[in-house]
Nanobody, 116 residues
Framework: QVQLVESGGGLVQPGGSLRLSCAASGNISSIYVMGWYRQAPGKQRELVAQIYNSGYVDSADFVKDRFAISRDNNKNTMYVRMVGLKPADTAVYYC??????????WGQGTQVTVSS
């Protein structure tokens, strides 16, 4: 089985930056894509960006040049670097992994709050 643990959330002022981390453990070889999703209060969970084992990245339109997703395979960790944060980016951010057996796993989520 695979376990995902997020970290790095917190309170940041508008225009600030954060880096979220998602550490994967267990049967890492069964993962073929990892991604970040977010869910704001009263809204549906939405894709932020995902990165495949090949390195291909798929990002939501709102990410534009503000968010950058990456993976360090040596550390079994995925990151998202977020700059130019806006109050609209306030949400719980979830790490996701898709496995070769068709399963989808989620981390517990980390809160990001953008406020002055």
């Amino acid at each position: 089985q695979v376990q995902l643990v997020e970290s790095g959330g917190g309170l940041v002022q508008p225009g600030g930056s954060l880096r979220l981390s998602c550490a994967a453990s267990g049967n890492i070889s069964s993962i073929y894509v990892m991604g970040w999703y977010r869910q704001a209060p009263g809204k549906q969970r939405e894709l932020v960006a995902q990165i495949y084992n090949s390195g291909y990245v798929d990002s939501a339109d709102f990410v534009k040049d503000r968010f950058a997703i990456s993976r360090d395979n040596n550390k079994n960790t995925m990151y998202v670097r977020m700059v130019g944060l806006k109050p609209a980016d306030t949400a719980v951010y979830y790490c996701n992994a898709l496995l070769t057996n068709g399963s989808a796993l989620w981390g517990q989520g980390t809160q990001v709050t953008v406020s002055s």
